[in-house]
C-alpha cells in the first residue's frame, strides 16, 4: 500500500494539482487584499463615502444580553466581487493556455527499415531464383 501510495503521489498529474492549489491560494489571498484594501474602498469613497461592508440589514437589534442579529450584504457583495475576479482571472488564464497549447497533429513516422539477416537474403535469393526457372 505505501508503495502505491508513493507512485501515485510521484505522478505528475498530482505534483501539478499540489502546485496549482498551493498558487491559486496564495493567489485568492492577494485577490481578496485588493478587493478589501483596495476596491471596496474606493468604491465607498464613490458612493458617498460610506463603508460597503459596514452595510447590513438588523433583523434584531442588540440587548443587554442578546447580540445584533443582522444580514451583512456588504460583506457578501465584497466576496462576491472578489469571486468574480477570481474567476475571470482563472477563465483568461485557461483561455491563453488554450491558445498556447493547440493540439499538434501527430505525425506518422515512417517504420524502420527491417534488417534481414544473412539467411533471410539467401533465402529471397533462392526464392527469386526459383521464380526465375519457373517463368522459362
Given at each position: 500500500?505505501?508503495?502505491?501510495?508513493?507512485?501515485?503521489?510521484?505522478?505528475?498529474?498530482?505534483?501539478?494539482l499540489a502546485v496549482g492549489v498551493i498558487i491559486g491560494g496564495a493567489f485568492g489571498k492577494i485577490v481578496t487584499s485588493l478587493v478589501n484594501d483596495l476596491v471596496m474602498p474606493f468604491l465607498g469613497l464613490l458612493?458617498?463615502?460610506?463603508?460597503?461592508?459596514?452595510?447590513?440589514?438588523?433583523?434584531?437589534?442588540?440587548?443587554?444580553?442578546t447580540a445584533e442579529l443582522a444580514i451583512t450584504y456588504g460583506v457578501f457583495l465584497q466576496n462576491t466581487l472578489d469571486?468574480?475576479?477570481?474567476?475571470?482571472?482563472?477563465?483568461?488564464?485557461?483561455r491563453f493556455l488554450n491558445k498556447f497549447h493547440k493540439k499538434k497533429e501527430p505525425v506518422e513516422e515512417a517504420p524502420p527499415p527491417h534488417k534481414t539477416s544473412k539467411e533471410e537474403q539467401?533465402?529471397?535469393?533462392?526464392?527469386?531464383?526459383l521464380?526465375?526457372?519457373q517463368e522459362n
Open positions: 500500500m505505501l508503495r502505491e501510495f508513493k507512485e501515485f503521489a510521484s505522478r505528475g498529474n498530482v505534483v501539478d458612493l458617498g463615502r460610506i463603508d460597503l461592508t459596514a452595510l447590513k440589514l438588523v433583523l434584531r437589534p442588540a440587548g443587554d444580553t469571486f468574480l475576479i477570481i474567476s475571470f482571472s482563472i477563465f483568461i488564464l485557461l539467401l533465402l529471397m535469393e533462392i526464392r527469386d531464383l521464380k526465375g526457372r
